[in-house]
């Protein structure tokens, strides 16, 4: 049997060679949402009027007419479905009399097939138009168990008499299919143009449903006008990447998602950023108008999870019938729980699906430092419950505050609808995405391409649709003297191409068109893995010539080059000076055993001998090493890259680190160094040192690292902490202090410089041995502690005695 849908596909699609529609029938488009759901048939305006998918232990067809199931001419795909939807060889295949003539249709080809008004006990495959009423749970435990469904029909006639607003969710149709993501819309298909598509089509970024949705978010938000978000806990972001998911909660930069929602089969959604909303007395209004759009007034009992006791209190004080549970069980109307585990995960997603209301919350920063090299879209448990409902928790956090409710207009920022805008701007159709909207789109597309995407024809689709767009818009050249703006539409182009690149997409074709492409083409995903051995006695940088692209500095070498490289207490000056006047390539080096700077070759020129810079950075690096509490010299020498265009800000951590070239002589004037400083490279090495197990995130990631920025120009270079940096001055502190107690000290204002205040004072008191004594027992131990102050507080006792 065909398990996956590119074997599905080619079931259903073998023999087939062209699509002979009636033109008297008038399809309408249908809509796919989740994980299981791929189009069969698309016409050339990208509407889907054949489908299929997976739910349960089967498997079902949708046409998006009934008449489609009676015409003769579709029989060689007629049956290929009923064979492909048969769980077993000689399963009983059976029609409902709305479909009777489809009998003769199947038996012409030699299928027994038998006329009745519902399924039957025994699984087959089971035909039946999109209008009955009567049998939908029949249907859906048909399927869910092993039945086959094949389903016609079309909603713009019902919705005509019922009000298109109703078509998605009240639609009989819609009823069963829509467990398995597909759903029947009130929008005409067009049959003028078709192709038989070789592999499985790409399903449409555009949303056509909003007006329903904009009714849901209307109802969340009934007689609210602020969120206030100050729970005690920080949030992350949210991503909203689904058809059928809508923004609820945005902060005051309008990107930024704190609540979301979303429809999923006959079921429903709420989601929030962080499980303290769930229970602060503050979010009471949203919170019961969550609970009566989830539960749709339908009398079944509210499940809240042990996890959540004090959402349980708050609803029972509110009259709302709830009860607090260790687990989901199947009588319940909605099931309140945080996003912690994934253990029942499936059991969840089958729940929504059939009609039952989802109340989650949690964010997925902490677990993003503590599993660092994984992905949170991908492996966060938070996130394997939520994906296919079209909704994902990133890693990013968001400044708690009190946020109005936004007009409809505003509250609208949605990833597919941005990603469609920005294909139509790229691609000059149009298109019409503020440029607010580029960094967002940046950030949310390279968390969605994080989301596994292998056998999902959603993600694969959003992964081909990129590949193409990327291709036929070419990459920007960057330059010093056409460098790219982050909040720009570029930017987003090489983030999107990045990202992509990184998900194991084939990006071989993205940059062939076009001569000014900044990034190498030889980007290629291998299906298998290659051992291969690795002589890598040739180290260090090298330039060539005829690579087709153009890098930062617009220079090139004379073929392969050997980029010049002193190595402190290896390169002999004379070495280096041979080296620096040969050298053509754009880049040099200056390494110790614990750091490399790659810096223009310009920059070097007018340094005669290079080794009291490197003994000046070995000492500042052994200083560096020596807070920390790590081992000197360091295991893996530290980077710092300078270049035209960096991904974030003037300089960033990691490796390896990155400035601006304009930053170069921070790094290697000696007399600079020695009477100015270089608190920002000393920085970005302080980020690589701390360890999510000392910090309290995220109020103290910007401040920490300066610890090792005041403590290298006190003890290295003889700066004093006033005048290593403005904001250090006395005078700047205490007026910092004041104004931090006057508003009542609260924790969201409690970082930066504020934060670094609290270190700055208990090391004036203790000394630094301390802190290299705390951090030397973290570097010890597997485990961290969840909070900072613990450690704080064991800290001050233990130097008190």
Known sequence: MATTPDAAFEALMNGVTSWDLPKEFTPNELLLIGEAAFPVMVNDKGQVLIAASFYGQSRLVVLSHEGYLLHAGLAPFLLNAVSWLCPSPGAPIAVHSSLASLVNILGDSGVKTVVQPEPGEALGVFCIDAYNDTLTEKLVQFVKHGGGLLIGGQACNWASQQGSDKVLFSFPGNQVTSVAGVYFTDVY?????????????????????????RRDQEQLLDGISML??????????????GSLAFPVGLDNSFLSCFLAAARYGCGRVVLAAHEAMLCAPKMEPFLLNAIRWLSRDQGKTIGVNKSLKNLNSLLLKHGVKCSLESHLTSDMGVYCCVAYSDQDAKKIQEFVAEGGGLLIGGQSWWWASQNQGSSALRSFPGNVVLNPFGLSILPQTISPGCFPVLPIDIRNYHFRRALSEFQAMVNHKGGNLEKKYFGKLGVDGAGFLQIPAKG?????????????????????AVSKNNPVSSQSCEAALLCLATELAHSGTDCSQIAHNHGTQTCSSDLCSSEHPITVEINGTNTG?????????????????????????????????????????????????????????????????????????????????????????????????????????????????????????????ELVSLADIRSKGLWGPIHELGHNQQRSGWEFRPHTTEATCNLWSVYVHETVLGIPRAQAHPQLKPEEREKRIKEHLQKGAPLSDWKVWTALETYLQLQEVFGWEPFMNLFAEYQCIGLFPLILLVSLGSFLAHEKH
């Open 189 to 213: 298909g067009d049959i003028n143009r078709f192709k038989v598509s070789k592999k499985v089509p790409k399903i449409p970024l555009h949303i056509r449903c909003w007006e329903e949705l």
């Open 228 to 241: 206030d978000i100050r729970t005690g806990g920080v949030p992350s972001q949210l991503l909203v990447h």
């Open 456 to 476: 999902v024809p959603a993600y694969i689709s959003v992964h081909r649709i990129l590949r193409k767009m990327l291709r036929q818009a070419g990459l920007p």
């Open 541 to 665: 940088m090298k330039w060539a010539e005829n690579a087709q692209s153009i890098l930062g500095l617009g220079e090139r070498g004379n073929g392969w080059q050997v980029l010049c490289c002193l190595f402190l207490g290896k390169t002999s000056l004379e070495e280096w000076k041979s080296c620096m006047q040969k050298n053509l390539g754009p880049w040099g080096e200056l390494a110790t055993d614990s750091v490399i700077l790659t810096v223009p070759t310009e920059s070097l020129k007018n340094l005669e001998d290079p080794a009291p810079l490197l003994q000046l950075w070995d000492e500042i690096m052994k200083a560096v090493a020596k807070l920390a509490a790590q081992p000197f010299p360091f295991e893996r020498p530290e980077r710092i890259v300078t270049d035209v265009q960096i991904s974030n800000g003037w300089m960033h951590s990691g490796y390896p680190i990155m400035c601006h070239v304009e930053s170069v002589q």
